[in-house]
């Protein structure tokens, strides 16, 4: 299932699904202000979106009716997450997932995000969207990821996906990320799935899985040393989510270099080849998937393939209608 496309003046909900951002409305004002301008949308804050129910922006059933109320709302076209954090696993088992299908709408967050995206996308086939960090836009110069939400959300083609010529960690992280990296050669073709490891791993071994049978996984991490990144891998491997896909997409994992941790040095491609033991599995690393970087608008449940070979990947169909 396929969102409709936006197109300008369009009214796009923002709410807050997880973390509060009550502490920083003025960051806030900024990021709606400079979306707004760059995509020619509207912003709608929920009115859950800028509360604090100690360590989230609201209760369960505020968050809900946030969301419920977006989806249901005619007017509004997108529903897009402030920033991620870690309680959205609260609402996964009471969303209404048929109100989700019958109103169909581009639904887009990152992080904590992955924890929402996932099942709505397992339980409806909607397809939707990780990549937006929102409240970069305060900030940092987000021309790619706006070329990029041009393309997905109102073009609706995505077609070959191109490395951010201008790539760097906004917020200064030590790397050492050069760019597209192959990790395990090949090339491989299906529909993506995954998102933040941490949150997609949530639902290993759960009804909220989806079918990972010939499927593009993709995942990324935020502010995990090598030593955490050897450990979500192996637990992923052994709950079996690299059993049968297709082929592995790492974006950036934020944190893995910073040089004050033990193991630092260690290759990031050495410990994957390692902990996912599947020499015949095709491994891109693309660094415009995660935290702290202008993203690709990555279409959870559409058709992609990529050349771990070429350093290619495209995806292969219309993502809005």
């Not at 290993?204 to 499927?215: C, E, G, V």
Request: contains cysteine; negative net charge; aromatic residues 10%.
């Amino acid at each position: 299932m396929k969102p409709k496309r936006l197109k300008k003046g369009d009214k796009v909900a923002l709410i807050s699904p997880s973390n509060p951002v009550k502490d920083r409305l003025e960051v806030v004002d900024l990021a709606i202000k400079n979306f707004e301008q760059q995509t020619g949308l509207e912003v709608v804050v929920g009115k859950n979106a800028l509360g604090k129910y100690y360590y989230s922006s609201g209760t369960k059933q505020e968050r809900l009716d946030d969301f419920h109320e977006a989806i249901a709302n005619p007017e509004i076209k997108a529903v897009l997450f402030t920033v991620g954090g870690s309680v959205a696993i609260d609402m996964v088992e009471e969303i209404d997932y048929e109100l989700v299908a019958n109103n169909p709408k581009i639904i887009s967050g990152i992080s904590d995000g992955t924890t929402l995206l996932t099942p709505i996308t397992k339980n409806t086939g909607l397809i939707t969207f990780l990549g937006l960090e929102f409240l970069q836009y305060a900030e940092f110069d987000m021309d790619y990821q706006v070329e990029s939400i041009r393309k997905a959300w109102f073009d609706g083609n995505m077609g070959k996906i191109k490395p951010n010529p201008n790539w760097k960690d906004f917020k200064g992280f030590h790397n050492e990320y050069n760019g597209w990296q192959t990790i395990q050669e090949g090339n491989a073709e299906g529909v993506i799935t995954g998102g933040n490891a941490t949150c997609f791993g949530y639902f290993l071994n759960t009804p909220f899985q989806p079918d990972l049978k010939d499927k593009i996984l993709v995942l990324e991490g935020y502010k995990h040393p090598k030593r955490e990144i050897h450990r979500i891998l192996k637990e992923h491997k052994l709950r079996g989510a690299f059993d049968s896909i297709a082929g592995l997409i790492l974006g950036y994992w934020v944190g893995a270099d910073e040089q004050e941790v033990v193991g630092h040095e260690r290759p990031f491609k050495e410990l994957v080849v390692e902990t996912i033991d599947r020499p015949e599995l095709p491994i891109l690393q693309v660094g415009e998937i995660g935290h702290h970087v202008a993203n690709i608008m990555l279409p959870i449940g559409a058709k992609a393939r990529f050349s771990a070979d070429d350093k290619e990947f495209e995806i292969l169909e219309s993502i809005t209608e």
